[in-house]
């Protein structure tokens, strides 16, 4: 079956940098694009960018351009994203999906990243 | 960028009634619409894509409507495991964006 595990929960200080995995399972990796959103305490889902796994094209929200860098490794089935200059807004939980076109039809189980001083 | 606003914020229903939630986006999306169910504590799963195409293994009282700039997910009868948060999401503009969500909660 279809399964998308990211790594754990986070805790960093402002100024650091976070960098999250997403690890594929039940299906081809390549033929499929992987999406990053986050959801903020009792707020909406916010999407964040995107990877196109089979050639390794990136798409960034305006809002997080040159601070959100997504990659993948083939290999290994897993997409990361890495966010950098992490200010006390960006606690959030951090999901993972994968999509055939735009809408995302699996999603990972999420990932916390808390960021106090 | 597209804002989805999402109507009620709040909706309490008996098991067994019908829920409508409404979804608007501030400019057309066509028909580039998804809707997710997301329950506390998990990830959203997709329900409903391109306005109205159920989503693999999502019951037929699952249904949505709509297109351009107006929405509406409709549950026939409410089921106990129905009650959660939904969201509306357009992918018809770039950047992606969701709806804030309408709690569905039992009356």
């Known amino acids: 079956q279809v399964q998308l595990v990211q790594s754990g929960a986070e805790v960093k200080k402002p100024g650091a940098s976070v960098k999250i995995s997403c690890k594929a399972s039940?299906?081809?990796?390549?033929?499929?694009?992987v999406h990053w959103m986050r959801q903020a305490p009792g707020q909406r889902l916010e999407w964040m960018g995107w990877i196109n796994v089979g050639n390794a094209n990136t798409k960034y929200s305006q809002k997080f351009q040159g601070r959100v860098t997504i990659t993948r490794d083939t290999s290994a089935s897993t997409a990361y994203m890495e966010v950098s200059s992490l200010r006390s807004e960006d606690t959030a939980v951090y999901y993972c999906?994968?999509?055939?076109?735009?809408?995302?039809?699996?999603w990972g189980q999420g990932t916390l990243v808390t960021v106090s001083s | 960028d597209t804002v989805m606003t999402q109507s009620p914020a709040t909706l309490s229903v008996s098991p067994g009634e019908r829920a409508s939630l409404s979804c608007w986006a501030s400019?057309?999306?066509?028909?580039?619409l998804a809707w997710y169910q997301q329950n506390p504590g998990q990830a959203p799963r997709l329900l409903i894509y391109?306005?109205?195409t159920r989503a693999t293994g999502i019951p037929a009282r699952f249904s949505g409507s709509g297109s351009g700039t107006e929405f509406t997910l409709t549950i026939s009868s409410l089921q106990s495991e129905d009650f959660a948060v939904y969201y509306c999401?357009?992918?018809?503009?770039?950047?992606?964006?969701f709806g804030q969500g309408t709690k569905v909660e039992i009356k």
């Open positions: 999906a994968r999509t055939v076109w735009y809408w995302f039809d699996y």
């Open positions: 391109a306005a109205s």
């Open positions: 999401q357009q992918y018809n503009n770039w950047p992606l964006t």
């Open positions: 039940g299906y081809t990796f390549s033929h499929y694009a």
């Open positions: 400019q057309s999306v066509n028909s580039d």
